[in-house]
């Protein structure tokens, strides 16, 4: 006998399709929404009808946003001819994050994984060389992480703007800070290695 009421059953298959969220989770989540008063469920309820309704992307760099251009792309104070390459709008907010960078983001939404059917037409590649022409772009600086899809995506990239009057960069990779050295991989350490500057801030 199936002791879990329909609806609940439902919500937790719902949780359970999210990213990072096993069947255990989804089922604590889910309980713990029950146990809640039911005008919270219905104020979460309506704010996920909202992302939908309320979000799109925008045109100019594929941001989630409820203008268009958003609120990055539309800032007179940010470069436009200096944009920033990432895989998902999650790395956009890391980078952010730091306040460090202060020209504009193009989001590609995916890597390249021809072993998932993922080439250059299912991600925003076309749209970048269109912008990079179109924004008369000084430097475009190659923020995809270090994975295999991300290095073959950052060296797609690189080719495809190699004929083109743009600088292109690639965030530098090393040792994170807090780390014992002893403790990296060969592949870190080689990246340490060729990204080193010396003490005044300069590249090798």
């Known amino acids: 006998m199936d002791v879990v009421p329909p609806p609940l059953a439902r919500l937790i298959t719902d949780l359970n399709r999210l990213p990072g969220i096993g069947k255990k989770t989804a089922t604590r989540l889910a309980?713990?929404?029950l146990r809640r008063p039911a005008v919270e469920a219905q104020t979460l309820g309506r704010d996920l009808v909202d992302l939908h309704q309320s979000i799109g992307l925008c045109g100019n760099c594929f941001a989630f946003s409820e203008s268009d251009p958003c609120r990055i792309c539309a800032d007179a104070?940010?470069?436009p001819q200096l944009v920033c390459v990432v895989e998902?709008?999650?790395d956009l907010m890391?980078?952010?994050k730091t306040g460090a960078f202060k020209g504009q983001y193009h989001i590609l939404h995916g890597v390249l994984s021809p072993m998932d059917g993922i080439g250059p037409e299912e991600i925003k590649v076309q749209a970048l060389l269109?912008?990079?022409r179109r924004q008369q772009v000084r430097e475009v600086l190659i923020?995809?992480?270090s994975t295999v899809p991300g290095e073959a995506t950052a060296s797609y990239l690189v080719d495809k703007l190699s004929g083109m009057e743009v600088r292109v960069t690639r965030l530098a990779c090393g040792i994170p800070m807090g780390m014992d050295i002893k403790y990296a991989d060969e592949l870190t350490?080689?990246?340490a290695i060729d990204a080193r500057n010396d003490a005044g801030g300069r590249t090798k």
């Open 77 to 79: 104070r940010r470069d």
């Open 88 to 90: 998902e709008p999650a």
């Open 143 to 145: 923020a995809t992480s």
């Open 130 to 132: 269109q912008r990079v």
């Open 31 to 33: 309980l713990h929404l």
């Open 94 to 96: 890391a980078i952010e």
């Open 189 to 191: 350490l080689e990246r």
